[in-house]
């Protein structure tokens, strides 16, 4: 189903309009009563203006800290829809009490109701994003986050804007409650239309222990270590966007001397950017989680941070322009632009990493997976904030040169990241192989199992036969590759990524070849997708070799189904021995080349002349 047919969907377009809603909400009441207590109600309470400003920031972020643990063990073992209701009933029973609060002017019990939004947000948190794998197929998991983090980070813009709008309006206390109370009902009607979608069987009851739950959630993370990183980078990105948030008043004031209307362009720029960056991400990515464009995310965050420093203009002084003066200056549409580019390589970078936590943690672990991301994304904020008074205050560095530091650790961070889980790279390289050299076509790849062992089988007509396979498949898949292909210069990073088994003849090498045969039934055995190319060797005519017995020998050690593949119009490609020789450009760029699969073959009727057959009839006249 495409983007555009899921956000109509029955199944999805009320959890979107629930949690948009939520997120516009929680920003008027946040920038609204931030702004009243900046200005207003300066003198009404019993302290400065900073310490007040702090104080708010603190009472709604710490929740996340205190409370999302308990929130993720409470979403695995309740409905989750049923849970959605109930917060959004808490939402609108505080939504009320702030509306009071704000016309009796009692600012001192709206900082209270800030900390209470704050623990009714950081509960959602963990059900927001794991009901999400229980609405939608896996082929749609993609589009879903995408649709979630554009509508999230523009509810927030227009929440921001329209807290800041209400302010200044005669009687701002009466119709800011107004509003917070009429989008906290309207996100409750919504709620009522999400489908329900009942308890998760093997989740545990729920019970309230804080500490003992975070650190429970905190050891489940890091069990994994692809998805105990991938919360990492996702509180990175939390922390170099609050970084860059943080920083734009008095980057505005100071550096770019521009008043608020400026402050809104550049937070418009970058918001915008998010929301573009998370439907363009769902368009490159098709209908699978592509994690090759986190590192394509990650490279684009810091080239767009370079390019902001570089076209920031030195600290000034003067009387501050709006924001038609500031377009006006040779320097102001290119800020703009940097900002708005830093926040599609961040959608870019963001939307996979959510969707490959709702796909690979366990079901009944699933919300407490995205509470441990919550604690850690609100650490990471922290974080931000500490940095932002070591580099600017401590050090008293220029907020521009602090947004080229941004940049740079971004880069080293994303590189430990990569090193850690080289399975971000190696779908990078696979990315650009399949969408830059080639134009890959793919046909009945449904017969491949969702889930659970199989053995594919494939003609071998390049040294890239693996990779565009890999980029293919929407499931991993481990590869039995000839040993001399598997020690290629650079190819073999990639393929020890992908946790390749190397094999040759027994003559050869009995233990490479006993421990391949190993390999594969261990893999297979866990529950995983293994490829082989039974011709052992690459085409020199581009007709294919006959194929070997090794698949008879897999099956009788692991009889799983066989899924006959078959590649075309890879024959005198770049990588292909046609002509002058592989390795040698032949004249040919992005090549039209298909990769097309057959019914499932039972592994009692298997046999390497039958699948040759099949392989075969599957690849035709396409050499």
Not at 174 to 203: D, Q
Request: glycine content about 8%.
């Amino acid at each position: 189903m495409t983007a555009g047919k899921i956000i109509v969907s029955r199944r999805f377009l009320p959890f979107f309009l629930t949690q948009a809603s939520g997120a516009f909400n929680d920003n008027v009441f946040k920038n609204s009563l931030m702004l009243l207590l900046a200005f207003s109600a300066a003198s009404a309470l019993p302290w400065d203006t900073s310490f007040t400003m702090n104080l708010a920031a603190g009472l709604f972020i710490l929740p996340f800290l205190l409370f999302s643990a308990t929130a993720g063990s409470l979403a695995d073992g309740v409905c989750k829809t049923r849970l959605i209701r109930a917060l959004k009933i808490t939402e609108m029973i505080l939504m009320a009490l702030a509306a009071l609060a704000f016309y009796f002017h009692l600012y001192i019990i709206l900082l209270g109701l800030l900390f209470l939004m704050g623990t009714q947000s950081a509960f959602f948190g963990p059900v927001k994003y794991a009901v999400i794998p229980q609405l939608l197929k896996d082929d749609e998991l993609l589009a879903g986050n995408a649709w979630v983090e554009m509508g999230t980070f523009l509810a927030i813009l227009l929440g921001t804007i329209a807290g800041g709008l209400l302010v200044g309006f005669e009687n701002a206390a009466l119709w800011t409650g107004v509003m917070i109370v009429l989008f906290s009902f309207l996100g409750y009607l919504a709620s009522r239309m999400i489908p329900f979608v009942g308890k998760v069987g093997a989740a545990s009851s729920f019970s309230f222990a804080p500490w003992s739950q975070t650190l429970a959630i905190v050891r489940i993370s890091y069990a994994n270590r692809t998805l105990y990183l991938s919360i990492m980078a996702i509180s990175w990105f939390w922390f170099l966007g609050a970084s860059y948030l943080t920083q734009f008043p008095n980057f505005t004031k100071s550096v770019l001397m521009g008043d608020n209307t400026v402050v809104t362009a550049l937070l418009v720029a970058f918001s915008v950017g998010v929301a573009v960056g998370s439907m363009l991400c769902e368009r490159l990515s098709g209908d699978r989680v592509e994690l090759g464009l986190v590192p394509m995310g990650s490279m684009g965050i810091s080239l767009a941070g370079l390019a902001l420093y570089s076209v920031s203009p030195e600290p000034g002084v003067g009387e501050l322009m709006n924001i038609g003066a500031f377009l006006a200056q040779p320097h102001g549409m290119a800020v703009l632009i940097c900002l708005g580019l830093i926040g599609v390589a961040g959608g870019i970078f963001i939307v996979p990493l959510y969707a490959l936590l709702q796909k690979r943690a366990e079901p009944g672990q699933r919300a407490r997976i995205i509470a441990a991301n919550n604690i850690f994304n609100a650490l990471f904020m922290v974080g931000s904030a500490l940095a932002g008074i070591v580099f600017l205050s401590v050090f008293e560095l220029a907020i521009s040169h602090y947004f080229l530091i941004l940049a740079i650790m971004n880069l080293v961070v994303a590189l430990y990241v990569y090193i850690q889980v080289p399975e971000f790279l190696l779908r990078f390289v696979v990315y650009l192989l399949t969408r830059a050299m080639y134009r890959v076509r793919s046909e009945n790849l449904h017969h491949i199992p969702e889930e659970g062992p199989a053995v594919l089988v494939a003609n071998h007509v390049s040294y890239v036969d693996a990779l565009l396979i890999a980029g293919t498949c929407r499931r991993p898949v481990r590869f039995v590759m000839e040993r001399a292909i598997y020690r290629l210069p650079v190819l073999n990073a990639l393929f020890r990524a992908a946790k390749t088994i190397p094999i040759c003849s027994k003559k050869e090498d009995p233990l490479i070849f006993e421990r391949a045969f190993d390999s594969v039934a261990s893999e297979l055995s866990e529950g995983n997708l293994v490829c082989i190319f039974p011709e052992g060797r690459l085409t020199k005519n581009g007709e294919m070799n006959p194929f070997r017995p090794g698949i008879e020998h897999i099956l009788s050690r692991s009889p799983v189904p066989v899924v006959p593949m078959a590649l075309q119009g890879l024959w005198g490609s770049f990588f292909s021995h046609e002509g002058k020789g592989a390795m040698k450009f032949k004249g040919r760029f992005r090549s039209r080349v298909g990769l097309v699969a057959g019914e499932a073959v039972a592994p009692e009727m298997a046999s390497a002349e039958l699948l040759e057959q099949r392989v075969k009839a599957l690849r035709g006249d396409f050499a």
